[in-house]
């Protein structure tokens, strides 16, 4: 029969066993050390978060080994400096670069740089829709399909005239698509012609840099944005041949940047 002093070192034993462990006492106080540890490591993440928006505050991009958007390549246009990127977010294409001048007191003028862009396979679906084979040089007649086509395009103007107002500009292209106009059919259209700028304000603003797009849209819709907000959308079949025409037809803004374009059609067969 044990003895009391051996029952109560069993109960002692029996108490040390099954009690939960003592937590460690910091400055009189009990101190969980597991709730520490995690503590710590929430720190450590919270620094770490922070060196990571920070990275990106400076470099201005998402850290390695995040997505990061494709950069896409440009060309530049050689007289002006200006740059447009090869391929556009909606998949059309670059296929020229040029530069439009304008004579000011007996001066050539540099006014903005321009790229012209297209979709290929629709432009090759044009193309061998009418020649069984590439022709030896681009053609009167592969440039002529090209203006009178519904064929989505884009001529993007870089302006490089520090002087420019949007006055000269709606004058500009006045005077432009007035001439291309009479070139198609003879007459003169000046109400047409001045629907191209629309309701642009001649409050904008422009300076070197500034970006004008105008597109030709399916259903032969020309739409102009000036810094990003659209400020026409006209449809109008002989205005759409008539912007493209400035570009691609027997008086071309600039011929090289024509010659460009029409080699670039040779190579899509």
Known sequence: MPTIVEDVIAKTQMVDIDSPPKEEKLNGKEHDVSSGE????????????????????IDGKEPHGEAEKEEVPVQVE????????????????????????????????????????????????LLTSKFEKAPAK?????????????????????????????????K???????????????GKNEELA??????????????????????????????????????SSVESELLCRAYIHMYLGDDPFDKEAKEKFGMSLLSLF
């Open 172 to 186: 500009n292209f006045d005077e432009g698509l007035g001439a291309s106009i009479k070139k198609l059919t003879g």
């Open 138 to 170: 681009s053609t009167k007649e592969m440039y002529q399909m090209v203006i009178d086509s519904d064929l989505g395009m884009m001529v993007q103007l870089v302006i490089v005239f520090s002087s420019l107002t949007m006055s000269m500009v709606r």
């Open 194 to 231: 001045k629907k191209i700028m629309g309701e642009a304000s001649d409050d904008i603003k422009l300076t070197t840099g500034s970006v004008i797009e105008i597109s030709r849209l399916p259903g032969y819709i020309l739409q102009t944005r000036v810094k990003g907000e659209v400020v």
């Open 38 to 57: 995690t503590q710590t490591k929430a720190a450590q993440e919270e620094q770490e978060n922070k060196k990571v928006q920070e990275r990106k505050a």
């Open 78 to 125: 050689p007289k002006t400096g200006v740059s447009f990127p090869i391929r556009l977010d909606d998949g059309k294409q670059l296929k020229a670069v040029g530069l439009r001048k304008k004579s000011m007191l007996g001066l050539g003028i540099k006014i903005y740089g321009f790229g012209i862009y297209a979709d290929n396979q629709r432009l090759k679906d």
